[in-house]
């Protein structure tokens, strides 16, 4: 624990970074998503049964595995079984260079003591390694043993998104398609589009997790993405641009709208675009966001400052503030968990809980936090199933699922009309927040110039940078046009990553820091 | 309270990791591949976290994975797993194999040479034993003291996001067809403490600080940690925006750390070759100011960023990266060697799949002379910078536009907090305009800046 700072990204396949999380940048969402209801159906109990088949589980020994985690007491014992293959392809100069598959395997154990946490995890599933662990995890609690509650119950879950297998070799050729036909589109856009990277990655993470309450939860969740970026150059000039998508999707969603070529040129698009950018102005000004993925201000503004663990411990700058205005009128922002093949639904949390819609801001007033179990016990509130983790290493906490504003009554052509000298950001990289004085920044991969109510110049890449708690009230006009992003977020938390989406109707904020270099203002704008 | 006796510690595996591992590649070799490359990577990690006095996690756990790269003449694939029964290891060499048919032929693609391989020889002193020796209840002890010390520092420290104890050791085994077989362990442990204070208005701002090293006995003590966290929170209170202007932007040495790293992506040859990095084709050209010296060496004895051979098993070394401001070296592997016509710095770095990397070693800016107080004493009006928020940097074109916080300089002083601002420039530009550097260089992790000092640079605000 060095830092604990949150932020979101999305990778950048030309910024290899010495250290992770790699940089960011990336991806206008263009196509028009509607924001369905969920589509909720029973799945049959015994369909699922990853564990118990592949690796010889039965309930009796999960019984045990528990009845070991509260050998020494404690208030709630979970185990979470997981077993993750994954599959990732690049191709780099027009070749096809790297290609790598992989397994792994573990479960982890938590107990939970009042406010305390033991945790232990192995990598070997068998029974002796288990009980270890669970004996290790007890050590947290220091009283008579606790029996479990006698017999699991599973509870109807979802399906929200396809049940994958893991990749078998007939689809490896397929997945090449995908990286060479994108590499060509991109070349094919401009001559001046001089290198190309496109990879294509999936996953499928089957999960098991049971709860000392008698929770039961199995889930099967696949994973698919596509990124694209691409370098211009000019005898004077280089730039770049990128872009990508998916979400918990089988291979077929990438040979629809959402194929190679559409990525691939959003990326050449953007490189090119990026090729005669000006220099961004600094200072504080009137700043339009585009839908989509700009709703990483959302993600970062108020999102993790939401989260119940830090306002249980009183350390977000949004403690306190449930029933208070922290946004205009026509900000209503919502999470929600539910949405069929989004990059951050889930059928069940990383805790077994089922996943929900979650009110944060309704109308400008703060409504609610997400939560996990532990917050919810010691805070006394509903549990929103929003515990996550990244992996069977990891110990769960509240986190985002997708995270966005609803639509407004305004055209997105007079909040651009209605701007006198601003910038109009469409596309960003990632952001950061300090939850504890709300200061979040995000990064701007592609803005103009707003002068005189018309877009004029693109600009160069700046941060811009605001205060969480009332950035949103400072929010005049909410367009009537939210796009959910196109399935390329990745959200950190104290070194855990989880896959997330964000969305935004067009907005606009009436005054906001934008750092870029160019000289103040000197009056030239056109009116 | 709960106490932990260690038995984590994975469970002793029957066969030799060195031999499993030159066993991997014999059975790459033996399905056909023409060459092969096999990294075992085991690892124990301990870690609790006190919060207002009380513990509130403890974890204890050991993990190990196996990964291998494989060749078919010029093409290459890559597996990994946490499987190691023997039809997981088969079944892993056995997709590697056959994921290698749909790679393409690259010319410049393979293993380094036999001449090339080899490790240092001689005690790095990268391994100690006694990050593990304290029992449980002192570890605990450990974070409760750190944070204790910053709870007990000011009345104006009300909460704390705690106090933490972490150790942790790793072992690495890597072979390969040419006959190499290294392997290393390397360990670590480390104390935090992330206190909060708040102003009578409410206004919250929180600071870390923490001592990291190989062995307990260069900890600093917790009891220092968390005076230096409570007193770097402390300083913040009462943030402001400051004026949008161009001022003397001075950078403490922990975010200086970061104007390395964009210099580290500069010249990984990952970029380079490809020209997606703004100091491609400037070997042997001016890049910076003749005060900049940047040393790359992953050999220093005891070093956060040491260790005897890379991740392709060619010895580390001392590379001179920029010497008075000229460009003398990129850092590179083998691959990115080959495809600019030099040779490997041995820089590469391996994950369990996928082709290498690169990475530092100890990499570090030369120190100056001057006193950090001497450097700011110099300075009028000017931004010192403490944080970093965001990621605004695009290697392509230098652009560079980040979010910060820190104190205001007037009068050669540091004076009041300021937040909310932005610092933006072009890093082609600020190489250049680093116009002084103190000579307080201290590794706090592998990679390691005096405070500097730079011009030019625009500050974003109100």
């Known amino acids: ?527 | 309270m709960p106490s932990s006796q260690l038995e984590t510690g994975n469970p002793k595996l029957e066969t030799d990791l060195r031999e499993l591992a030159q066993d991997i590649v014999r059975r790459a070799m033996y399905g056909g591949a023409t060459a092969a490359e096999c990294v075992v990577r085991e690892g124990d990690e301990f870690s609790t976290l006190v919060r207002l006095g009380q513990v509130e996690t403890l974890k204890e756990a050991g993990s190990r994975s196996i990964g291998v790269r494989v060749f078919f003449g010029q093409r290459a694939a890559s597996t990994y797993s946490s499987d190691f029964s023997s039809e997981g290891l088969d079944r892993m060499v056995k997709s590697a194999l056959e994921l290698a048919k749909i790679t393409s032929e690259d010319p410049f693609g393979g293993i380094p040479e036999t001449s090339q391989l080899g490790s240092l020889t001689g005690d790095l002193a990268l391994y100690h034993e006694d990050v593990y020796s304290l029992p449980g209840a002192e570890r605990i002890e450990y974070a409760r003291r750190a944070e204790k010390a910053a709870l007990d520092f000011d009345p104006r420290i009300k909460n704390s996001e705690g106090g933490s104890f972490d150790a942790a050791t790793g072992r690495k085994v890597l072979a390969n067809s040419h006959g190499f077989v290294g392997e290393y362990r390397r360990s670590y442990c480390s104390v935090a403490a992330v206190p909060i204070a708040q102003t009578e208005n409410g206004a919250m701002q929180r600071d870390y600080w923490f001592s990291v090293a190989r062995t307990l006995k260069k900890l600093d003590q917790p009891e220092q940690v968390g005076k230096i966290a409570a007193q770097r929170t402390l300083r913040r209170l009462g943030a402001r925006k400051a004026k949008t202007a161009q001022v003397p932007v001075v950078f403490d040495p922990m975010v200086a750390t970061s104007i390395l790293d964009h210099i580290f992506e500069g010249v990984n040859g990952d970029s380079v070759y490809r020209g997606a990095s703004f100091l491609a084709g400037k070997l042997g050209e001016k890049i910076a100011g003749d005060n900049v010296s940047v040393i790359d060496d992953g050999t220093i004895v005891g070093g956060f960023g040491t260790s005897p051979f890379d991740g392709e098993g060619v010895p580390t070394r001392r590379t001179v990266v920029i010497e008075n401001g000229v460009l003398k070296s990129y850092l590179l592997n083998t691959y990115t060697a080959k495809k600019l016509g030099l040779q490997t710095t041995g820089s590469a770095s391996r994950g369990l799949a996928g082709t290498p990397g690169i990475g530092p070693g100890n990499y570090f800016l030369q120190a100056g002379t001057k006193s950090p107080e001497d450097l700011i004493s110099g300075i009028k009006d000017g931004l010192y910078v403490t944080e970093f928020l965001g990621m605004g940097v695009n290697l392509v074109t230098g652009d560079y536009s980040r979010g910060a916080s820190g104190l205001w300089i007037s009068g050669g002083e540091l004076t009041y907090p300021v937040e909310e601002i932005t610092v933006a420039g072009n890093l082609k530009d600020l190489f250049f305009n680093i116009s002084e550097i103190a000579n307080d260089l201290e590794f706090r992790g592998s990679i390691a800046s005096p405070t500097i000092r730079v011009d030019g640079l625009t500050v974003g605000g109100e």
Not at chain 1, 51 to 67: I, K, P, Q, T, W
Not at chain 1, 396 to 404: F, G, I, K, L, S
Not at chain 1, 478 to 486: I, M, W
Request: a negative charge; proline letters at 5%; glycine letters at 12%.
């Open chain 1, 1 to 527: 624990m060095t830092s604990d700072h949150r932020h979101i990204s999305a990778v950048d396949v030309f910024a290899l970074s010495c250290r992770p999380p790699g940089l960011v940048w990336d991806n206008e969402a263009t196509a028009q998503m509607s924001l369905p209801a969920a589509r909720r159906h029973l799945i049959d109990v015994d369909r699922q049964r990853f564990f118990f088949d592949h690796y010889g589980l039965a309930e009796r020994d999960l019984e045990r595995y528990l009845a070991a985690a509260l050998s020494a007491g404690g208030d709630y014992a979970d185990l979470y079984f997981e077993y993750l293959s994954s599959t990732a392809l690049m191709v780099d100069e027009s070749m096809v260079k790297s290609a790598s598959q992989g397994i792994s395997a573990g479960c982890g154990v938590r107990v939970v003591s009042g406010e305390r946490t033991g945790y232990a995890y192995t990598d070997d599933l068998s029974s002796d390694r288990i009980l270890h662990a669970a004996r290790t995890a007890a050590l947290i609690a220091s009283a008579p043993a606790k029996t479990p509650v006698a017999g699991f119950r599973q509870k109807p879950a979802r399906s929200l998104y396809p049940v994958t297998l893991p990749s078998v070799d007939a689809e490896i050729t397929a997945k090449v398609e995908l990286v060479t036909r994108a590499d060509k589109a991109a070349r094919a856009y401009d001559p001046r589009i001089k290198e190309v990277r496109a990879s294509y990655a999936d996953e499928l993470r089957n999960i098991l997790v049971i709860g000392s309450d008698g929770t039961f939860a199995e889930d099967s969740q696949p994973l698919a993405r596509m990124n694209v970026g691409c370098i211009a150059k000019t005898e004077s000039n280089s730039a770049r641009g990128n872009s990508g998508g998916g979400g918990r999707v089988a291979l077929d969603f990438f040979f629809g709208d959402k194929n190679p070529e559409f990525f691939a040129k959003e990326a050449a698009r953007q490189a090119i675009l990026q090729l005669d950018a000006r220099e961004a102005p600094a200072g504080e000004m009137e700043v339009v966001l585009g839908p989509g993925w700009p709703g990483v201000l959302l993600h970062e503004a108020v999102g993790h400052g939401l989260e119940a663990d830090f306002n249980r411990k009183k350390t977000s700058a949004f403690a306190g503030l449930i029933g208070k205005r922290v946004a205009s009128e026509g900000c209503t922002v919502i999470d929600n968990g539910t949405m069929p093949w989004r990059r951050g639904s889930l059928n069940v949390d990383d805790e077994g809980a089922p996943t929900q819609e979650t009110v944060l801001i309704e109308k400008g007033i703060l409504k609610g936090y997400l939560s996990d179990k532990l917050s919810a016990r010691l805070m006394g509130i509903a549990d929103t199933g929003n515990g996550r983790r990244e992996s069977y290493e990891h110990i769960p906490m509240p986190r985002m699922t997708n995270t966005y504003m609803l639509a407004g009554q305004d055209n997105p052509e007079d909040i651009i009309r209605s701007v006198k000298h601003g910038i109009y950001a469409v596309n960003f990289g990632g952001g950061q927040v300090d939850i504890t004085n709300g200061k979040f920044v995000f990064s701007a991969s592609e803005a103009y110039m707003i002068e005189g109510g018309q877009i004029t110049a693109p600009i160069k890449g700046a941060t811009l940078i605001g205060n969480g708690p009332d950035v949103l009230t400072r929010v005049s006009m909410v367009g009537n046009d939210l796009k959910l992003d196109e399935g390329v977020g990745t959200c950190g938390k104290d070194g855990q990553a989880v896959p997330v989406g964000v969305g935004i109707p067009t907005i606009k904020i009436d005054r906001l820091t934008v750092g870029g270099t160019a000289k103040k203002d000197p009056g030239g704008f056109m009116q």
